[in-house]
């Protein structure tokens, strides 16, 4: 993340390099790739734009420059798509000295003309659910900003600087996330209590005893032992039935009243937005020039310059030539997935500035929504629910969104079902999806240390890197019956002195929560925060 000035002095440029990609007849086939040379470090990196600040209020409203300010969509319409060359170059990018790729594409390529599997990154501390929200001041500028190449530069705005964006001395919610009986908002003590009685109220309970470290094992209470109504089995089927993308399947076996969710939680197919948080600004978008004919094939032709806008937006830092390939096969499978199990993909979706049609675009996998995948919903008597294939799924597929409502950070509530929206911005992390309330399958997919889902970042309805979207695709071929599951974690493993108990105790209402791993998975970490 750039500093909170918006320079880019400190963060190191890459060298670029040019993946030669001989011509095919095939859209699926994958070229032969050079290896990947080392990454030179360079310093400075003047092309790329100081971000344009989001001004947020005391209150944690977003002011968003309105969208008359921002450029409407760059159109040029051209009678016949661009013939294709021989090396894929980024259309619309900064010539030379923008662009500082890192070159990336050195790895296998595990089935010939199947799926690219990239070489794993460093861990990083990202978007995870199930955990309290982390309470970051809100002092600096969020990331968001449109690429030189696609819009003309514009005036600072007025409300640009530092001294914006107010630091909360006292931040009111903060406290109000670990209420006195562990009980979140809504009553759902055991949620966030997580499995295992392993409980996180801040009720000055020794954090020994909470966080015990041979957990004794009972049943999972999903949502407490308040008297909050609860669903029934019919009305969770009623709200479940609301996805009509989605086959899903309750299994019923040892379900208690108890282990159905609140009255109150109903199922959303997208993404609602808290009050006080503005939805994305629609005119924040670049669309492409592919005249509606994005083309996925980087053998030999370029691809829709949406895929190299993402490295556009992001200054460079993902790995760059990621950039060259379009995400998907022809099918809507992910084409490129990472090699280690926590890792997540970035993806760059066309959008409703580009030119091409909604239901026909092989960019817009994710927008469209799953297609067919079959799954149940199974309650397990130390996790709760969770997510199981009633059909065998191949692997990349597209199996759902995390979406429920946007809350900004200073007004998230305790809950086991946050989702950092941090991918990009990190310390400036603005928002969190919290499906406690309103949610859909993704909500009741459980962590493993040995996943079978991507978690992936996804950008389609803003190009204001603070309101990214979340989807899962698998990572492998699913059998049928096999449990759903991705890494909570991002791959970083619980130290010894996060303490949530004694982190509370000390006022610390921030502290990681803690929940004992079921996932079964040779190597568990044993404890997930
Ligand atoms: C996002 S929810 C997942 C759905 C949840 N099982 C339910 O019934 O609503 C996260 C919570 O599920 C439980 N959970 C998820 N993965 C788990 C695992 N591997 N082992 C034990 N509990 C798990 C934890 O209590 C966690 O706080």
New binding site residues.
């Given amino acids: 993340m750039p500093p909170p000035n918006g320079s880019t002095a400190s963060r190191p440029a890459r060298t670029t390099t040019v993946i030669e990609i001989p011509p095919s007849d095939s859209e699926d086939e994958l070229p032969v790739l050079p290896p990947r040379p080392p990454a030179a470090v360079n310093t400075v990196n003047a092309v790329h734009p100081a971000p344009v600040p989001t001004p947020v209020s005391p209150t944690g409203a977003s002011r968003r420059t309105p969208a008359r300010a921002l450029p409407q969509k760059r159109r040029h319409p051209s009678p016949s798509p661009p013939p294709p060359t021989p090396t894929p170059t980024l259309p619309q990018v900064p010539p030379a000295p923008a662009a500082p790729h890192a070159p990336i594409l050195d790895d296998d390529l595990d089935e010939p003309g199947d799926v690219v599997v990239l070489a794993p990154r460093a861990p990083r501390a990202a978007a995870r659910?199930?955990k309290h929200a982390r309470h970051k001041p809100v002092h600096s500028p969020p990331k968001a900003r449109l690429p030189t190449s696609k819009l003309p530069s514009r005036p600072a705005s007025p409300g640009s600087t530092a001294a914006t964006f107010q630091q909360p001395t006292t931040p009111p919610q903060a406290r109000a996330r670990l209420p006195e009986s562990g009980a979140d908002a809504n009553g759902a003590k055991g949620?966030a209590a997580?499995?295992n009685g392993i409980t996180t109220g801040a009720n000055g309970t020794p954090a020994a005893s909470r966080l015990n470290r041979t957990p004794v094992k009972q049943a999972w209470r999903?949502f407490g032992d308040d008297h909050t109504e609860r669903h029934t089995i019919d009305s969770f089927r009623a709200e479940i039935a609301k996805e009509t993308a989605t086959s899903i399947e309750i299994d019923l076996t040892g379900v208690t009243p108890e282990c159905l969710p609140p009255k109150s939680w109903t199922y959303v197919t997208d993404l609602t937005f808290a009050p006080g948080v503005d939805a994305p600004d629609p005119a924040f978008l670049a669309g492409c020039d592919c005249d509606g004919k994005c083309r996925l094939s980087y053998n030999g032709i370029v691809p829709c310059e949406c895929v190299a806008l993402l490295d556009e937006l992001t200054d460079g830092k993902l790995r760059g030539a990621r950039s060259l390939l379009a995400p998907y096969k022809a099918n809507g499978q992910l084409r490129v997935l990472p090699k280690a199990a926590h890792e997540m993909v970035e993806l760059i979706e066309c959008n409703s500035n580009c030119m091409c049609d909604m239901a026909t675009c092989p960019l817009r996998v994710v927008q469209r929504g799953p297609v067919s995948i079959q799954v149940g919903l199974k309650f397990m008597p130390?996790?709760?629910?969770?997510v199981y294939a009633t059909a065998p799924i191949p692997r990349g597929t597209f199996v759902a969104q995390y979406v429920g409502e946007v809350l900004h950070v200073t007004t998230v509530r305790n809950s086991?079902?946050l989702f950092e929206l941090d991918y990009f911005t990190r310390e400036g992390q603005q928002y969190m999806i919290d499906t406690a309330q309103k949610g859909n399958l993704a909500?009741?997919?459980?962590?493993?240390c040995s996943p079978n889902l991507v978690q992936a970042i996804v950008l389609y309805d803003s190009h204001n890197l603070d309101f990214h979207r979340v989807a899962f695709f698998t990572r492998c071929d699913i059998a049928m019956g096999e449990e759903l599951t991705f890494d909570y974690t991002g791959g970083i493993p619980a130290l010894p002195g996060q303490d949530h108990g004694a982190a509370v105790a000390n006022g610390a209402a921030d502290a990681p929560v803690f929940?004992?791993?079921?996932?079964g998975a040779e190597g568990c970490r044993e404890m997930?925060n």
């Fill in positions: 659910p199930a949620v997580g499995a999903p130390h996790k709760g629910w969770g086991a079902y909500r009741f997919l459980n962590h493993s929940f004992k791993c079921e996932c997930v």
